[in-house]
């Protein structure tokens, strides 16, 4: 049995495949979660630690992306290795400086025990591949935005198996999709596990999501070309560069709307004025807390913004 | 006949029209929003709107979002924001491009907040901007919290300060927490049954650098912009 390596936020599974172990992004499993953390800011992060402390999750280590994305991991990540968890602290840099983010994937690929399988890098690469057509299957309105999601968002850890991973990307069906409005998630993901469904009941499609679509588009194929990509991860970037890179998308997706997800406590809720200046499009900003199913408020919201698209009032 | 159905936290309106004009409108308390309806009309001219829209008959069921919209540009089609203070919430919808947020994590800034006070001070709502206009100060109040700012009104009552001052800082509070929500526009649009209270529009109006418009019957807006709503159905079956 492969060791299990839990992952805060992106880091590059390629090389944790082919240093012989498997990813589990420690994000996934909290939406589903019904913990309601004593001591927290973001429920992210408050709830991955909580789970990793009762023994709730079945780790052998933790990486903590520490720097340029997720500031409170920093601390929830030391109060787990304080328990005993072998901890690694990985460091993006803000100014995307390929010969840094090397020297993190060097230390990293030593915390790891160093690279055994190379073949990993493209048959991840090959999967990535795979998860951007079926991103563009849910542009072009061939398959259901939920589906998408549920699989893209498992491009971190891939499942933790990929070849099971890629059974499951094959049998995402395809269907005409019916929509009112083309809508776009920017943002963290949303903690409520029934968001995507949320917005289809009220005619929203949403074609494009940020974070996941940052799994598909960064990949390698050695430590170099991954520092080479990785650097570019937009959340961990200036935002100037993110601004950028969603109006490209915003546009080639043909969206007429965007959705802004916050998360309590998380810093990313500051770049909401920032995204309003610079998007020219109708954005809706939400803010969720403890992951439930979707609340009374979400729906309204999402019901307003989808009659403000349709209806033009 | 275009029938508009608002049944919200606190009050139901229904507002009739016929040729683009209001025929008939009418105000009862929430639970007593069968008094609406027109046996005889049915639900098959009805467009409702309030947080009961999907409980109540109708035709079709939309938000206050687009409701509010709609009746607005129906008093003034060049507003630019509107802000629906409702009794358990407050709106505000930026009509230049399509946003809008709610507040409805926090009693401040809703009529809730004003209830409270009211019932502390054993008075009518509806007597709040009457009072209000009999003071020539105003009690700092802070505008953070609904339910502490209750313990600061008692502390002012004991530091000295008149009902009528502390009514007063209040509204004050209450202002700023709306003018918090609103975007620099020309053109603002206060609707919802609270505006009523002039005290409101007063400090609001001394808040924004906008200009401060209220309708004629500011809690119909909404069901107004149903019917509007039911006209557009209507003309388009």
């Given at each position: 049995?492969?060791?299990?390596?839990?992952?805060?936020?992106?880091?590059?599974p390629?090389?944790?495949?082919?240093?012989?172990?498997?990813?589990?992004?420690?994000?996934?499993?909290?939406p589903?979660?019904?913990?309601?953390?004593?001591?927290?800011?973001?429920?992210?992060?408050?709830?991955?630690?909580?789970?990793?402390?009762?023994?709730?999750?079945?780790?052998d280590?933790?990486?903590?992306?520490?720097?340029?994305?997720?500031?409170?991991?920093?601390?929830?990540?030391?109060?787990?290795?304080?328990?005993?968890?072998?901890?690694?602290?990985?460091?993006?840099?803000?100014?995307?400086?390929?010969?840094?983010?090397?020297?993190?994937?060097?230390?990293?690929?030593?915390?790891?025990?160093?690279?055994?399988d190379?073949?990993?890098?493209?048959?991840?690469?090959?999967?990535?591949?795979?998860?951007?057509?079926?991103?563009?299957?849910?542009?072009?309105?061939?398959?259901?935005?939920?589906?998408?999601?549920?699989?893209?968002?498992?491009?971190?850890?891939?499942?933790?198996?990929?070849?099971?991973?890629?059974?499951?990307?094959?049998?995402?069906?395809?269907?005409?999709?019916?929509?009112s409005?083309?809508?776009?998630?920017?943002?963290?993901?949303?903690?409520?596990?029934?968001?995507?469904?949320?917005?289809?009941?009220?005619?929203?499609?949403?074609?494009?999501?940020?974070?996941p679509?940052?799994?598909?588009?960064?990949?390698?194929?050695?430590?170099?070309?991954?520092?080479?990509?990785?650097?570019?991860?937009?959340?961990?970037?200036p935002?100037?560069?993110?601004?950028e890179?969603?109006?490209?998308?915003?546009?080639?997706?043909?969206?007429?709307?965007?959705?802004?997800?916050?998360?309590?406590?998380?810093?990313?809720?500051?770049?909401?004025?920032?995204?309003?200046?610079?998007?020219?499009?109708?954005?809706?900003?939400?803010?969720g807390?403890?992951?439930?199913?979707?609340?009374?408020?979400?729906?309204?919201?999402?019901?307003?913004?989808?009659?403000?698209?349709?209806?033009?009032? | 006949?275009?029938?508009?159905?608002?049944?919200?936290?606190?009050?139901?309106?229904?507002?009739?029209?016929?040729?683009?004009?209001?025929?008939?409108?009418?105000?009862?308390?929430?639970?007593?929003?069968?008094?609406?309806?027109?046996?005889e009309?049915?639900?098959?001219?009805?467009?409702?709107?309030?947080?009961?829209?999907?409980?109540?008959?109708?035709?079709?069921a939309?938000?206050?979002?687009?409701?509010?919209?709609?009746?607005?540009?129906?008093?003034?089609?060049?507003?630019?924001?509107?802000?629906?203070?409702?009794?358990?919430?407050?709106?505000?919808?930026?009509?230049?491009?399509?946003?809008?947020?709610?507040?409805?994590?926090?009693?401040?800034?809703?009529?809730?907040?004003?209830?409270l006070?009211?019932?502390?001070?054993?008075?009518?709502?509806?007597?709040?901007?009457?009072?209000?206009?009999?003071?020539?100060?105003?009690?700092?109040?802070?505008?953070?919290?609904?339910?502490?700012?209750?313990?600061?009104?008692?502390?002012?009552?004991?530091?000295g300060?008149?009902?009528?001052?502390?009514?007063?800082?209040?509204?004050?509070?209450?202002?700023?927490?709306?003018?918090?929500?609103?975007?620099?526009a020309?053109?603002?649009?206060?609707?919802?049954?609270?505006?009523q209270?002039?005290?409101?529009?007063?400090?609001?109006?001394?808040?924004?650098?906008?200009?401060?418009?209220?309708p004629?019957?500011?809690?119909l807006?909404?069901?107004?912009?149903?019917?509007?709503?039911?006209?557009?159905?209507?003309d388009?079956?």
């Amino acid at each position: 049995m492969k060791e299990t390596v839990g992952i805060t936020a992106l880091v590059p599974p390629e090389l944790i495949y082919a240093c012989g172990k498997r990813p589990m992004d420690v994000n996934n499993v909290v939406p589903e979660s019904s913990l309601s953390p004593g001591s927290k800011l973001c429920a992210w992060t408050a709830i991955w630690r909580d789970m990793i402390l009762n023994g709730g999750l079945d780790i052998d280590s933790l990486v903590v992306v520490a720097g340029g994305d997720c500031h409170n991991a920093l601390v929830d990540g030391q109060k787990v290795e304080l328990s005993g968890m072998p901890t690694h602290y990985f460091f993006y840099p803000f100014d995307r400086d390929t010969d840094y983010l090397r020297s993190q994937l060097d230390k990293l690929s030593k915390f790891l025990g160093g690279i055994k399988d190379e073949r990993m890098f493209s048959l991840i690469r090959d999967l990535k591949s795979k998860g951007r057509a079926l991103d563009e299957l849910r542009v072009n309105d061939r398959v259901r935005a939920s589906d998408v999601f549920s699989a893209l968002i498992s491009f971190s850890d891939l499942a933790g198996d990929p070849d099971a991973f890629e059974k499951t990307l094959d049998s995402v069906p395809e269907t005409d999709v019916e929509y009112s409005s083309r809508v776009a998630l920017i943002g963290v993901p949303p903690i409520y596990p029934d968001f995507h469904e949320t917005a289809e009941s009220f005619g929203l499609h949403v074609v494009y999501d940020e974070l996941p679509y940052e799994f598909l588009r960064l990949y390698g194929s050695d430590l170099n070309s991954l520092a080479r990509s990785y650097s570019d991860y937009s959340f961990a970037g200036p935002i100037k560069n993110r601004v950028e890179l969603i109006k490209d998308e915003l546009q080639r997706r043909r969206v007429d709307g965007v959705i802004h997800y916050t998360q309590f406590a998380c810093h990313h809720t500051l770049e909401d004025e920032i995204f309003r200046e610079h998007l020219d499009y109708p954005i809706l900003t939400v803010q969720g807390d403890l992951p439930r199913p979707s609340p009374e408020q979400l729906k309204l919201r999402l019901e307003a913004f989808a009659e403000m698209l349709e209806v033009k009032p | 006949m275009n029938i508009g159905l608002d049944v919200g936290s606190t009050t139901a309106k229904v507002v009739h029209m016929e040729d683009g004009e209001v025929i008939f409108s009418k105000v009862v308390p929430s639970q007593r929003w069968i008094e609406l309806i027109d046996d005889e009309q049915g639900e098959k001219n009805i467009v409702s709107t309030g947080y009961f829209r999907k409980k109540v008959p109708h035709f079709a069921a939309i938000t206050e979002i687009t409701t509010a919209s709609l009746g607005a540009r129906y008093h003034d089609p060049d507003v630019q924001v509107i802000v629906d203070i409702g009794g358990q919430d407050t709106k505000v919808i930026d009509l230049r491009n399509n946003t809008f947020v709610i507040n409805d994590k926090c009693s401040a800034g809703t009529g809730a907040f004003l209830e409270l006070a009211a019932h502390y001070f054993d008075i009518p709502v509806g007597s709040l901007g009457e009072l209000h206009s009999q003071a020539t100060k105003g009690a700092q109040i802070n505008n953070t919290c609904g339910v502490f700012a209750i313990s600061e009104m008692i502390s002012q009552l004991v530091g000295g300060f008149s009902m009528e001052e502390v009514i007063y800082g209040l509204h004050q509070a209450f202002a700023l927490r709306i003018a918090q929500m609103v975007p620099p526009a020309d053109t603002v649009m206060l609707i919802g049954g609270t505006v009523q209270n002039t005290g409101i529009v007063d400090a609001v109006n001394n808040m924004l650098d906008s200009k401060i418009e209220v309708p004629g019957a500011p809690q119909l807006v909404n069901a107004l912009g149903a019917a509007l709503y039911m006209e557009r159905l209507n003309d388009s079956r």
